[in-house]
């Protein structure tokens, strides 16, 4: 299950991707745009500074601009940053695997074999999904609500 914190950095992204090129975003702007409270927001846009995500500048006409191009931020980064393992078992995780306890067997375990695939699916899809592409998604959902 994707986390809030991993959920509201998607959301900042969104809207700073949608302002990329634009003014620098204030914090406040962009917590009521995605209603986010603000304090959880303050530590993600910190963290993601922190990683290279974003440029902030202090003072009047303040605030956080994206790095990088929308279109060079795919998810399974903001997940890996913000959330932690992408894998729904640790025993196939790539970056934060463990062994699981009540296993017998890992090579011959249906469940890790299939949850393999699983994981497998899932960061193709991670990957290829960047925060632009998220933004022409809502746009397009946005224009035909019923589709």
Do not use: W
């Not at 990683?51 to 279109?71: E, Q, R, T």
């Not at 399974?76 to 196939?92: D, E, K, S």
């Not at 695997?97 to 375990?109: G, I, L, T, V």
């Amino acid at each position: 299950m994707l986390s809030k914190k991993t959920k509201y950095a998607i959301r900042a992204l969104i809207a700073l991707g949608e302002n990329f090129g634009g003014d620098s975003m204030n914090i406040f702007s962009i917590a009521q745009k995605e209603n986010i409270p603000k304090k959880f927001l303050e530590q993600i846009l910190l963290e993601m500074r922190n990683a290279g995500f974003l440029f902030s500048k202090k003072g009047a006409g303040g605030g956080y601009s994206l790095l990088k191009d929308p279109k060079d931020i795919n998810l399974v980064q903001v997940m890996r940053l913000t959330g932690g393992p992408i894998a729904q078992l640790p025993c196939v995780s790539l970056n934060f695997y463990q062994k699981c306890e009540e296993c017998r067997d890992e090579e011959s375990c249906g469940i890790r074999d299939t949850f393999r695939d699983v994981r497998d699916a899932t960061l193709k899809i991670l990957i290829e999904t960047t925060i632009a592409d998220l933004i022409i998604k809502e746009k397009d959902l946005s224009s035909h609500p019923n589709i």
